[in-house]
């Protein structure tokens, strides 16, 4: 008389399990995904300092970059003000795009993988031209926030 | 012969193939309590976090924010935030309080830090830019500064601007 499970039963049953955990972890894995997201992007600290930003560098000749290109990466050099290294260092401030508003094809060779996938995420409801998004970085972590700005 | 239970070949895949699954579970697990506890604090305060930089922001911005002076306590700094309307925040280990609300952190292992840091740099064309980090302790340490509460305004100088250029805790 046969007792027990064959080696054929076990690994159907085993799979089967595996396959279930894997779905688990799977979904797991998206919930921290998505709560790391939620932690790195648009903060209010950091929505501000770009709304600052923003305010500044529209008198210091942030509209002649506005000028059709899909993505434009700003550098202190772009500007004619002294403290804007100053103020990149204040601010955590890493990088300084100008990215057109409701941006969707575009080379994301180009581009790191967390800025590529900060633009995915953003809402493109609104009636803006541009959108100044800044990369900062906190103990080598990447965060982003963003702002609308009409030409 | 009857043969019964598993050999020992099959109980080796089988243990292998658990344990795979069960490594994996593991690494999640550990990623999501490093999240809950080392680098965060509870949602609560995250909220409370959010609205205090909110409301003072949009005083900074409605107002403008000429001057601050920092009066530290045995038990609470207080920050008088010199605007068309004279606002005042304070922090004490467990809670902050602004325009008559308060906000007490529902982590236990959370604490504001009394120790205020603060920055005033001079731009040019006569604007001004002000930066005040409130740090926030995590099981008495200030590891990461995700959690800290900043306040920055950069604005134009009038004839009531008055910043100290220097401030140490």
Same mark, same amino acid.
């Given at each position: 008389m046969k007792r027990g499970f064959a080696l054929l039963e076990t690994i159907v049953v085993i799979t089967f399990v595996t396959v279930s955990l894997l779905l688990l972890y799977s979904t797991f894995t998206s919930m921290?995904?998505?709560s790391k997201k939620n932690a790195l992007y648009d903060d209010a600290t950091n929505i501000y300092k770009i709304y600052y930003l923003k305010e500044y /560098?529209? @008198?210091n000749g942030l509209a002649f970059y506005m000028n059709g290109e899909d993505i434009r990466k700003l550098s202190c050099d772009d500007f004619s003000f002294a403290?804007?290294?100053?103020?990149?260092?204040?601010?955590?401030?890493?990088? /300084?795009? @100008?990215?057109?508003?409701?941006?969707?094809?575009y080379n994301q060779d180009n581009y790191t993988s967390s800025f590529n996938n900060y633009?995915?995420?953003?809402a493109n409801s609104d009636d803006y031209d541009y959108r100044l998004v800044g990369e900062f970085t906190y103990e080598g972590e990447y965060h982003y926030a963003s702002i609308g700005v009409i030409k | 012969m009857v043969k019964r239970g598993f050999t020992i070949l099959e109980l080796l895949i089988s243990i292998a193939l658990v344990s795979v699954v069960l490594l994996l579970l593991l690494r999640v697990m550990m990623s999501l309590e490093i999240i809950n506890h080392d680098t965060s604090y509870a949602s609560d305060d995250e909220i409370a976090r959010t609205e205090i930089i909110r409301n003072v922001e949009s005083d900074f911005l409605e107002y403008h924010l000429n001057g601050l002076e920092i009066v530290k306590g045995s038990d609470r700094t207080t920050l008088l935030f010199m605007m068309d309307e004279e606002k005042r925040l304070v922090i004490k280990n467990d809670s902050i309080t602004y325009d008559d609300e308060v906000y007490t952190l529902k982590s236990s292992w959370a604490s504001y830090s009394l120790c205020v840091n603060y920055e005033y740099f001079d731009l040019e064309n006569d604007y001004y830019l002000v930066k005040i980090v409130i740090p926030v302790l995590i099981d008495g340490k200030n590891n990461t500064r995700r959690d800290d509460l900043e306040l920055t305004f950069l604005g134009l100088k009038n004839e009531l601007?008055?910043?100290?250029?220097?401030?140490?805790?």
């Open positions: 921290v995904d998505n /560098l529209e @008198l403290s804007c290294t100053q103020i990149m260092d204040t601010f955590s401030l890493e990088n /300084l795009y @100008l990215v057109k508003y409701g941006l969707r094809d633009l995915k995420s953003l | 601007t008055s910043f100290d250029n220097n401030y140490a805790c």
